[in-house]
């Protein structure tokens, strides 16, 4: 008997991990993963919605979403004030197309008098101990830019409204850099900037030129346990959910297998 519950036992273990692989290999194969990003300065909160459904409310100036899951293909994506109730057109309405096992960030730019959509394909990996950036020029009213190291050499040349670059991999660090017009002239100081190893990150230059700031967000970070992150962990977080759910289910399935076996077993003696 203690052989047929071991068989048993084995049995349910094995069956648990193969669907659990299965679930994780097949999570997400036929989708992309998307976040939006609202870079309007002079825009009110707004509502997004994709394909008719709302995915965020009340998105004010530089709030940006957690990664999620669409299906690959084409989407529809409408932005309008969050206090508008659906009456007339929405502010921005757009196709967006999007590829299996890719990740973008849709972020809404310029003045909201010509308020648009510029999407930019996103980084989930980086080199083991090292760190990777991009910069995006998402202030409209400002000039083209450099961004560099102050005094040094320019790390991303000639970035223009709304242009979002390639990413560059660097060492991990803090780098005293900044943001400076094509003549070399500072417009934002970005000293003791902290750039994190086995992380991606996005810097965007937001607001308007009189008032420039940075917007820093994680693209991705790679755990010590090798297990990704990506920004705050929206996609990824439902994954491990599942995961540990699995593993609570096939846990109780051996338990109560158990308990029954124990049961059988003290009424026949």
């Known amino acids: ?56 409310e009340g998105a004010a100036f530089k709030d940006a979403t957690d990664y999620m899951n669409l299906p ?42 010509n308020l648009d959509l510029e ?40 970035a223009s409204f709304p242009a979002i670059t390639d990413y560059q991999e660097l060492d991990a660090g803090t780098y005293d850099l900044e943001i400076r017009t094509e003549d070399g002239t500072q417009v934002l100081d970005l000293s003791g900037t902290t750039l994190e190893e086995n992380t991606v990150y996005s810097v965007f230059a937001v607001n308007t030129a009189e008032n420039l700031e940075a917007w820093v ?20 977080s439902g994954m491990d959910t599942m995961l540990l759910a699995g593993l609570g289910a096939m846990l109780a399935g051996v338990l109560l297998a158990g308990f029954a076996f124990n049961r059988r077993r003290s009424h026949q003696s």
């Open 217 to 236: 967000l994680t693209d991705y970070t790679a755990m010590p346990d090798e297990m990704p992150q990506t920004g705050m962990g929206g996609a990824q």
């Open 119 to 158: 999407v930019a394909m996103d980084s989930m990996e980086v080199s083991d101990g090292m760190t990777k950036v991009r910069v995006g020029h998402l202030s409209p009213d400002a000039p083209t830019v450099d961004v560099g190291l102050i005094g040094g050499d320019a790390l991303f040349s000639g």
């Open 1 to 56: 008997m203690k052989k047929v519950f071991a068989l048993f036992v084995t049995v349910v273990l094995l069956s648990s991990v193969f669907a659990l692989e299965a679930f994780a290999d097949n999570h997400g194969s036929d989708e992309a993963m998307v976040r939006i990003a609202h870079a309007s300065p002079d825009a009110p909160a707004v509502d997004v919605y994709v394909n008719g459904d709302a995915v965020v």
């Open 72 to 113: 690959a293909g084409e989407h529809e994506v409408e932005i309008d004030a969050a206090d508008a109730d659906g009456e007339g057109d929405p502010v921005i309405s757009s196709m967006l197309t999007v590829e299996a096992g890719q990740a973008y960030t849709v972020a809404a730019v310029g003045m909201l008098e």
